[in-house]
């Protein structure tokens, strides 16, 4: 045993058998992602070095927590891939693909991405993209059972990583921005069969939701006239956690379906449970307290957030608590088992509120917050003050390590929302939101940062600060360490207590997944999946070099080069093309800014993960209604889009699309700028 244990007696047991293990999501159910390893620490942490390097054929967003249990490693990659690897070396045991069909990638908000799996006893547990959840023998990867989750023919997507509770598999899914209904559920690890499932929001059946008090209770707070088709939202994508002392499961619930208020529930009303934190009885599935982070959420404040449990110092008495830094930018501190609202303060630049009433449990909205008739610049962005990027608690200093994100966005609501069940139902008017988006002066831009968060004397106690608009993954350890890596390529350990940097490695493959650390033979590892993409990565600025994901792990001692990466290319191959009318080219504009831009868009910023078009090949324009109307390219994730848009759209698009390669400081420039997710916040406004 190691020296740290017998100082915290919480952790004995995990120490006694399992502290060389990342056995689950959050290292335990509590989801600190603080590991009580410490043969690497802030004095020895200069000699760590890459020791492995697995690379996964895929240039898609990475955002899997490895899961390591007797010195192997069991990781996903994009496309829900499982990959089980030697942690010590990184050979390949075995590898398994649900063939996730390529069309799927259009139902996918936020890039075909995969959090990870769960791991208990001889099963290894997957969600698939397309709302399939896979159980897999944990030695050699052949199939045990699988089951159909989701309703295939509603856009529903998984992209979370499976918790194990006692004998139960628990699965959400994501899709809100299509339009589906939120839920949950829990599955028998053995078999695969459904035991219950927890709806986040009522359906039109006002009849078939009084039987369920939690669905009557959330009947009430939505109107008749609610916007149904749309699904009401409420995804429980990500965030999971669970006290197995209580038996009490915490659910994160997602926005809401669309986002403007006024459209989807025209008599108002709270909307439960969107934007809330559950606590659920696990063993039959019944909601025990709720507490809702943004009643009537407008901005896509998800409560999807990685949730802590931890035990806090409180006003003289010991309290067991959960905590929470959601979209909304304010960080929660409740107490988990009565729900009570211990503290709830700005971690970032707020605006749409000025404060959350401690005794009533509400945010007070300012009057910037109503975007249903203005545009509006709101903080914090859709992307959240905080996104799925996992943070983490270290017991030893008190401290929450959050990946923040400092923006603000021009909310701005379509007059004429029509639900269609083909694309994306946020309510948002795009190519106006574009054109008229206020001239935010980027004087102080510091879109994200590494933010150190006291809990208890409920402020920041440092932050570093970095330029590029996608976050990374945190991992605390008893060594003294915070580790976090960069879309520029880096991982980097800082010192838990001030934030000092005391080491990094340029690996040249921008990070957005958490570090894990493990111990294989007596010798301790720290591991990371590298690879930028997701909500925010497709828009950054600062990746220089192409994609290809990898693994990377690390120990003191490594000595493994780095893989070496392409620099991204950059060149306009202009094809011939039949000049288009002005008024055809605005109409390419708009068509664009509806189909093609969540992706595609931010093509002078653009990441190199989805191709920016101004640089397609001379092959690519050859073929381009073939790719659009066709499909050919939909095994590599380029849906068909016949459903949506005909010939003459396609050709308005391309025309478009060449002019703007022509003519780089055009509508895709600006769009750069208005929807980039790291709209910078002028410095006047962090004043305060
Ligand atoms: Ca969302």
């Not at 630049?349 to 610049?377: C, F, K, Y």
């Not at 139902?425 to 940062?449: I, L, Y």
């Not at 490695?505 to 294989?520: F, H, L």
């Not at 620099?567 to 708009?590: C, H, I, K, W, Y």
Request: proline residues 6%; glycine residues 10%; negative net charge.
């Amino acid at each position: 045993m190691h020296r740290y244990c017998p100082l915290l007696l919480f952790l004995l047991v995990t120490c006694a058998w399992a502290a060389d293990d990342w056995s689950r999501h959050g290292f335990d159910a509590a989801e600190q992602r603080f590991s009580p390893l410490d043969d690497i620490h802030t004095g020895n942490v200069q000699r760590l070095g890459l020791t492995w390097a697995f690379p996964t054929g895929n240039t898609r967003g990475m955002e899997a927590t490895p899961i390591v249990v007797d010195g192997v490693m069991y990781v996903t990659t994009a496309w829900s891939r499982v990959y089980a690897l030697d942690a010590a070396t990184g050979r390949t045991l075995w590898h398994f693909d649900p063939m996730v069909a390529g069309e799927k990638g259009r139902d996918a908000c936020c890039d075909v991405v995969n959090r990870g799996v769960a791991v208990n006893g001889e099963q290894v547990f997957l969600g698939a993209l397309d709302g399939r959840l896979i159980a897999l023998n944990r030695r050699t990867g052949a199939v045990n059972w699988s089951v159909q989750t989701t309703n295939t023919n509603k856009p529903y997507t998984i992209t979370g990583a499976p918790r194990v509770v006692r004998n139960m598999v628990i699965i959400g899914n994501g899709g809100a921005e299509f339009g589906v209904r939120g839920y949950f559920g829990a599955y028998e690890a053995a078999t695969g069969k459904l035991l219950w499932r927890f709806y986040t929001v009522p359906s039109e059946d006002r009849q078939a939701d009084a039987a369920q008090p939690s669905l009557a209770q959330a009947r009430a707070t939505w109107p008749d006239d609610a916007l149904w088709e749309s699904g009401l939202g409420g995804t429980v994508w990500d965030a999971f956690a669970y006290d197995a002392e209580s038996n009490i499961l915490y659910a994160g619930v997602g926005n809401a379906s669309q986002y403007n208020r006024a459209v989807r529930s025209p008599g108002g009303g709270d909307n439960l449970y969107v934007a809330s934190i559950l606590a659920i009885d696990p063993s039959t599935g019944r909601l025990l307290w709720h507490y809702q982070t943004t009643p009537a959420d407008s901005w896509d404040y998800t409560a999807t957030q990685h949730m802590i449990l931890a035990e806090l110092g409180w006003l003289g008495e010991r309290r067991k608590v959960l905590m929470q830094a959601p979209k909304n930018g304010f960080f929660y501190v409740l107490d988990r088992i009565t729900g009570e609202l211990l503290a709830a303060d700005k971690y970032v630049h707020v605006n749409w509120a000025s404060h959350v009433d401690l005794e009533t449990g509400r945010p007070v909205e300012t009057e910037i917050a109503d975007w249903s008739s203005t545009q509006r610049m709101i903080s914090p962005a859709i992307v959240g003050g905080h996104n799925w990027h996992p943070m983490a608690f270290s017991p030893l200093t008190g401290l929450v390590y959050i990946p923040t994100i400092h923006t603000t966005y021009p909310f701005t609501a379509d007059p004429n929302f029509r639900f269609d069940p083909r694309t994306m139902n946020t309510g948002e008017d795009f190519p106006r939101m574009v054109r008229e988006v206020p001239a935010v002066v980027p004087r102080f831009c510091s879109p994200t940062r590494l933010t150190a968060w006291d809990p208890k004397a409920r402020r920041v106690r440092w932050e570093v600060p970095f330029t590029s608009g996608v976050s990374a993954g945190v991992l605390a350890t008893a060594g003294g360490l915070v580790f976090q890596g960069t879309t520029e390529g880096e991982l980097v350990a800082y010192s838990a207590d001030e934030g000092e940097r005391l080491w990094g490695q340029d690996v040249s493959v921008g990070i957005m997944a958490p570090p894990v650390t493990y111990r294989v033979a007596g010798e301790q590892y720290v591991a990371v999946v590298a690879g930028i993409g997701g909500s925010q990565g497709g828009h950054n600025t600062v990746m220089r070099n192409e994609n290809p994901g990898h693994v990377f792990a690390f120990k003191l001692g490594g000595s493994a080069t780095p893989p070496a990466t392409r620099p991204r290319a950059r060149q306009v191959q202009t094809p011939d093309f039949e000049a288009l009318s002005e008024t055809e080219l605005t109409r390419g504009e708009t068509l664009y800014a509806q189909h093609c831009l969540r992706c595609h868009g931010l093509s002078a910023q653009s990441s190199g993960l989805y191709p920016d078009l101004r640089y397609s090949a001379a092959e690519v324009h050859a073929i381009w209604p073939q790719i659009v109307l066709d499909g050919v390219f939909a095994a590599r994730g380029m849906a068909s889009f016949a459903d949506s848009l005909d010939a003459r759209d396609v050709r308005a698009i391309h025309g478009y699309v060449i002019r703007e390669a022509v003519r780089t400081q055009g509508f895709m420039h600006r769009a750069a700028q208005a929807i980039g997710n790291s709209v910078c916040i002028p410095a006047e406004w962090l004043a305060d």
